[in-house]
């Protein structure tokens, strides 16, 4: 007899399809959070260093969890639990706050 029947085998599939699934959105609801906060804010001016940090911070967060999002997605793709596309919002959400953190640095340069 098996370890595993083969009913069990999609159960389980439906389910590592949804836990990947909430994990990824959760964390990609967290990441667009950073980098539209980055995008929320406005400096004052040149001089107003709080808000240009939080703005570098905030798009920082947000590419580094785009990242990790991304890296999270590789087993669930490779096991095909969920799709290629699945890899679309965090690259959206990357360069998105690369975007943010350059645009900073072009327009109010140190």
Excluded: E
């Amino acid at each position: 007899m098996t370890a595993t029947s083969p009913s069990r085998r999609p159960k389980r599939r439906v389910a590592a399809t949804v836990i990947s699934a909430v994990l990824c959105l959760v964390l990609d609801l967290v990441t667009l959070y950073a980098v539209a906060s980055s995008f929320l804010m406005s400096p004052r001016g040149p001089w107003d260093d709080d808000v240009l940090t939080a703005i570098q911070v905030s798009s920082f967060a947000g590419g580094l969890l785009a990242v990790l999002g991304g890296l999270l997605r590789t087993l669930p793709v490779a096991r095909r639990w969920l799709s290629w596309w699945w890899f679309l919002p965090p690259m959206v959400l990357l360069l998105a706050a690369i975007a943010r953190f350059g645009s900073m640095d072009i327009a109010y340069p140190s």
